[in-house]
């Protein structure tokens, strides 16, 4: 099984600076048919995640072009250019490229 | 609009049995392959389950193949999830999440863009 591994897992950043976090799979997420199925969701408290990016680096309807994602093979990366109030909470990469499906451990990103 | 909707959460005995609901309404649920992914209390997102359009497909997490069963009525667009031989570490909240989406042999490149509210399963003497 794929084990997926965020880092860092808190992130205290300031407001209006960039923030990163990285995700590592145990095995290569490039999928058969050439496509690798690596997404980032975020969760605010007491709401269910949401769709940031797919596919690695493809932004889903309605995120900000703040937030960018990039990698390849088993190494990956979500950046936000400027920190804003709004994007408190956990974010986390996941992996749908083998069954069975696996998220990162969660990074709680919080205002310093 | 689109949605997921949740049901059939409740405190339950371990060893018990429970049957959670899911409601999709706004878009042609026949057409996109479906989990669940649970939440314990204070703790990560674990994928659960999956079910592809047409049923024929199901994955399951290790932590909980042989003990529960995902399904999928699509003329009532609804997915379930039979949880038998409950223990305490199933308890979270089970979001029931969309997942690729394929029509007329076209598909959407990605999935985890749909999520329900939740339901709250609690296994507990």
């Known amino acids: 099984d794929i084990v997926m591994t965020q880092t860092p897992l808190s992130s205290p950043v300031t407001l209006g600076q960039p923030a990163s976090i990285s995700c590592r799979s145990s095995?290569?997420?490039?999928?058969?048919?050439?496509?690798?199925?690596l997404s980032w969701l975020h969760q605010r408290p007491g709401q269910p995640p949401r769709l940031l990016i797919y596919?690695?680096?493809n932004r889903f309807s309605g995120v900000p072009d703040r937030f960018s994602g990039s990698g390849a093979g088993t190494d990956f990366t979500l950046k936000i250019t400027t920190v804003e109030a709004e994007d408190v909470g956990v974010y986390y990469c996941?992996?749908?490229?083998?069954?069975?499906?696996?998220f990162g451990q969660g990074t709680k990103l919080e205002i310093k | 609009q689109v949605q997921l909707m949740e049901s059939g959460g409740d405190l339950v005995k371990p060893g018990g049995s429970l049957r959670l609901s899911c409601a999709g309404s706004?878009?042609?649920?026949?057409?996109?392959?479906m989990n669940w992914v649970r939440q314990a209390p204070g703790k990560g997102l674990e994928w659960v389950a999956y079910?592809?359009?047409?049923?024929?497909?199901?994955h399951y997490a290790h932590s909980v193949e042989g003990r529960f069963t995902i399904s999928r009525d699509n003329g009532q667009n609804s997915l379930y999830l039979e949880m038998n031989s409950l223990r305490p570490e199933d308890t979270a909240v089970y979001y029931c999440?969309?997942?690729?989406?394929?029509?007329?042999?076209?598909?959407?490149?990605?999935?985890?863009?749909?999520w329900g509210q939740g339901t709250m399963v609690t296994v507990s003497s």
């Open positions: 079910i592809s359009s047409g049923g024929t497909t199901i």
């Open positions: 596919k690695i680096s």
């Open positions: 999440v969309r997942d690729e989406g394929c029509a007329g042999g076209t598909c959407t490149d990605w999935g985890f863009d749909v």
């Open positions: 996941v992996q749908a490229t083998h069954f069975p499906y696996s």
């Open positions: 706004g878009f042609i649920f026949s057409d996109y392959y």
């Open positions: 095995q290569s997420l490039v999928h058969n048919d050439g496509n690798t199925y």
